[in-house]
């Protein structure tokens, strides 16, 4: 049989933004139709946020305790393997379409590197054969200019909308400059068919990487439009800070240049949070029609029965919950991401209740290729689970990180350089309860079953402090035992 891996990582969707996990309204038919012939994983968290942090741990196999990759920019040490490195070792050209967010040890390269000047770099292992960020925009829009659009002397601009669109002082679904066939994410999808198409007959090894949802909330025309804004509903809005952290954040986006919105997402009427989550929404139908591109060419070629497909996003996004918009914190929009895996071996619809971690993606992969997985890494395959095994004992409950030090550098009064290192945090989520812990202050807690929009904090509550108690414990366990450990199963002498 044919090896053949297509792994797809969208940006910053959420878990509940999908047919398949229930949401009433919004249409992705290529990916609900994935999910009803294969393993839905309904309980996948990321590890960690934002973008770099998040890429980092999903192909790394480590917590970010460990790779320390834990803002965007910072490196990525050099002394880690991944799953592009162990792939190619095993003899196949894992090829890249779109980014990784990996910015290079600054030990390994010289002072005038092009590659210190930038966190999107390329993780080690891949063949980059399409570049897509918001720092790299040049192979689209060269495209562009080829296609007679006039392109904006700044590239990030092309994010804006024309003047017919209306007012630039409020938030607009008018449509962006470019037609659907000539987005960003077509772009991207038309590399990767070329690719798939000129590889048919050979094994081979593509990470698709689709910078949609990640705003900007711009969208070319259908998908500006597709969804009703009057219907969409708003979000929990409360803006009352339940830490300092979430006042930082909301400080943030007060920012009228936040993700080229032209406009203080934290000022936004309620029309126009309405209106930002329909564009949301037709971005994500944008993306699933290009995957179904990709889908259709695969079937077509012959390919999709030889094909491991896994499908997932690295981090969530907020939507305007609690006031905030992007990703970061302890709340479960920022963590709970979808999670797709079709094994052409084992196609029959599963749905998985067990807690799923990023951790865990790098080892099913190189367990479908029948490769090694490194004793260093953390997670675990989830292949079993695909092929209808009872897996026990398993995780009941996941481990979370963030390193907010780079949401303080963004603040208006940023913190001394000290002080970044106590903005961290820790987080166990089970079923029941949400135990937030942080360095040098009060913890968090949330119950989960009664409490899910995580609006209340138990920990200040005298009757929970044996709860408290219980979860912290459970997060000292957890670390303890996925401490570095690459060399602690040998013995010398």
Known sequence: MARKVLFISVDQMRADYAGFAGHPTIRIPTLDALAANATVFRKHFTNTTPCGPARATMLTGLYPMTHRSVTNGTPLDARFTNLALEARQAGFDPVLFGYTDSSVDPRTVP????????????????????????????????????????????????????????????????????????????????QAIDYIQDNADTDWFAHLVFLKPHPPLIAPAPYNTMYDWRHVPLPNTDRTPVHPLVAVWQQI???????????????????????????????????????????????????????????????????????????GGFYDGSYRVPLIIRDPRHPEPRQIDHFTEHVDLAPTILNWLDLSIPYAWDGMSLLPFVHGEIVEPWRDGVFLEFDWRLVNRQSPTPPGARDVDRHQLCIWRDDRFKYVHFTGQSPLLFDMAGDPNETVNLAEDADHAQTCAHYLSTLLTHRMSHAAHELTHLQLG
């Open 253 to 327: 986006i007060d920012s009228p240049d936040y993700f080229q919105s032209q406009v203080s997402m934290a000022s936004l009427s309620d029309d126009e949070i309405r209106q930002a989550r329909s564009i949301y929404m037709g971005l994500i139908s944008e993306v699933d029609d290009q995957i179904g591109r990709v889908f259709a060419t695969l079937k077509e070629t012959g390919q999709w029965d030889d094909t491991l497909v896994v499908f997932t996003s690295d981090h969530g996004e907020e939507l305007g919950e609690h006031g905030l918009w992007g990703k």
């Open 111 to 190: 002072p005038d590197d092009p590659r210190l000047t930038t966190y999107e770099g390329v993780l080690p292992g891949f063949r980059h054969l399409a570049n897509l960020n918001l720092e790299g925009l040049d192979q689209w829009l060269a495209w562009l200019e080829q296609l007679g659009y006039d392109v904006p002397d700044r590239p990030l601009d092309i994010y804006t909308h024309p003047a017919t669109a209306g007012p630039l002082d409020a938030f607009s679904t008018g449509p962006a400059r470019y037609e659907a066939g000539h987005s960003d994410m077509a772009f991207i999808a038309n």
